[in-house]
């Protein structure tokens, strides 16, 4: 694709992703459309946990840590990346967990998940309008993890979410190879499920090839590119704001 196609289609898209943008903030417009599309992953008043964050932040990855360490059967709601969700849980008094990660590697995964069909600018956006509309719920039903905290201090992770929620989970088969084995094998399953390309999740590591080098390559210079600089800005600060003012743990 030319760079001028290219631009004219990522143009193209930018008015439905700023719908999405607006729509997402207000559950009352969003779980219902949420609802009709996939409502496998809507939060319930039977649901356990809903786990919610900014594509690329160890969503798949914690969904299925989460499954594996559990004890008995959680029912979880997931993966809609919008503010809208998690507020209605919280409305609804269902434990929610946030993750967040570092904006530019957020928004470059992103951008080569979606093969650079969407605009670094819209990456942004979505980054900030996800984290300014949640994080006054930290420490109202809602427990913010870092990327960090999820796929490096997971065992921690698991122990808040048991201290907090009183949830059924134990941590132990995380320092097996077996049992982290066996979370990978949960998320490529998933992308089975999903129809995913190859059988294998995006989410786990080693599943580089030319082309997502490539676009990883043409994400990397779009976030860097002048025309994002004051977004990017924004969201970097938004970033630092949570690592300084969310509750540590481990």
């Known amino acids: 694709m030319s760079l001028v196609s290219r631009n004219s289609s990522l143009l193209g898209l930018r008015p439905l992703r700023e719908v999405r943008r607006k729509v997402s903030v207000f559950p009352s417009i969003y779980i219902p459309m949420r609802r009709l599309r996939k409502p496998e992953t809507v939060a319930q008043e039977t649901t356990h946990l809903l786990i919610e964050g900014f594509p690329r932040s160890g969503n798949t990855w914690t969904e299925a840590v989460i499954r594996n360490c559990a004890t008995e059967e959680l029912r979880l709601a997931h993966h809609s990346h919008a503010a809208a969700h998690v507020k209605?849980?919280?409305?609804?008094g269902i434990p929610v967990i946030v993750l967040y990660r570092e904006p530019d590697a957020a928004v470059r995964s992103y951008l080569t998940l979606m093969n650079n069909r969407l605009d670094a600018r819209d990456g942004f956006l979505d980054y900030l309008t996800f984290y300014r509309e949640t994080l006054p719920f930290q420490g109202k039903g809602v427990l913010f993890f870092s990327f960090d905290d999820t796929t490096k201090r997971t065992a921690d992770m698991i122990n808040a979410l048991k201290d907090t929620f009183g949830l059924p989970l134990s941590g132990d088969s995380l320092n097996t190879e077996e049992g982290r084995t066996a979370i990978f094998e949960r998320m490529d399953q998933k992308a089975k499920h999903l129809n995913r390309a190859g059988g294998k999740s995006d989410s786990r590591p080693g599943t580089e090839d030319a082309e997502k080098i490539r676009q990883q390559e043409l994400a990397r210079t779009a976030v860097t590119a002048d025309a994002v600089q004051s977004l990017r800005a924004?969201?970097?600060?938004?970033?630092?704001?949570?690592e300084s003012s969310l509750v540590k743990r481990g």
């Open 88 to 92: 209605y849980a919280v409305s609804r």
């Open 234 to 242: 924004q969201a970097q600060e938004l970033f630092l704001t949570m």
